[in-house]
């Protein structure tokens, strides 16, 4: 591990068991982190956080944390945000492994991120599409509606990529350059969403009313939208076996399950292959480019409505 100072945290209650079904202390928690944190740490970097915290073990019911409390040691950064119905938020950033493992010293089990970083904070460089199937149904549909994102997003010039979601379904990312606000990427992101949808209605829906999709899958933008935030790339899920958000590449796509990858698994995982995420700036697409493109491609098809 580049960042030694991590050896700095101390582990309290280290024996504590948070996965009481698999004997997964909170020492083992922090280690997973503190193994991962070289591969991690560059997608969390000055990213607000909103931490999910379950101090007595999953199984005791957990919280959501979004802000830095007096006891957090000053060397952990932050991110002052504007709420948009007045005051402010500061919120915790992991610009570093000592930090990562310090929070999960707390009792970090997962750490969800916003989609932009300190410095353009109102200008998101990242698209999110959760896809979870339709009643906890196959995972097959799933894969399919993945794969539709991924090939609309190529006609857009945008470079999509993947990842286990560690729940039920995955997530389809796309890193944009920091240009255009929430608002328009949000658009961007949900007239992507009716375009695939409006290709298989019979199974594919953009309408958020559960009671409303008749049991077809929906294609979840709402991550893009200012304040949200999206699960972050190799977080540990609250779940039984500590199922882990893992970037895959797209061919393992057809023998992969949400949960296929955990928390025992990720570092071996990331000992043999590359990180699938590891350059994933460098493909950031334009967001004008784009748009043009897909008002074309909705022209074309006679989907919605171009902007």
Sequence with gaps: MSDDVSDQVEVTN????????????????????????????????????SLQRFPEGIGHGGFFQQEVSDHFPDWVARAEVERRGGGTVVHPVCDDARTLAYLANLGVVTLHMWTSRVGHLERPDRIVFDLDPPDDGEVAPVRDAAKRVRDVLGELDL??????????????????????????????????????????????????????????????????????TAVAPYSVRPKDGAPVATPIEWSELARTDPRSHTLSSVPRRLARKPDPWGSMDRDAGNYEAARERLDALMDRTGTGKAR
């Design 14 to 49: 280290a024996d504590r068991v948070l996965f009481p079904k698999d004997g997964i202390t909170k020492g083992d928690v922090v280690d997973y982190y503190r193994r991962v944190a070289d591969t991690m740490v560059p997608q969390l970097r000055g990213r607000p956080l």
């Design 159 to 228: 470079v999509p990529f993947l990842q286990t979601s560690g729940s039920k379904g995955f997530h389809v990312v796309t890193p944009l350059r920091p240009e255009a606000g929430f608002d328009e990427v949000g658009a961007l992101a949900s007239d992507v969403a009716e375009l695939i949808a409006s290709q298989d209605p019979e199974r594919l829906t953009v309408e958020r009313r559960k009671a409303k999709r008749a049991g077809r899958l929906f294609l979840d933008v709402g991550r893009n939208v200012w304040a949200q």
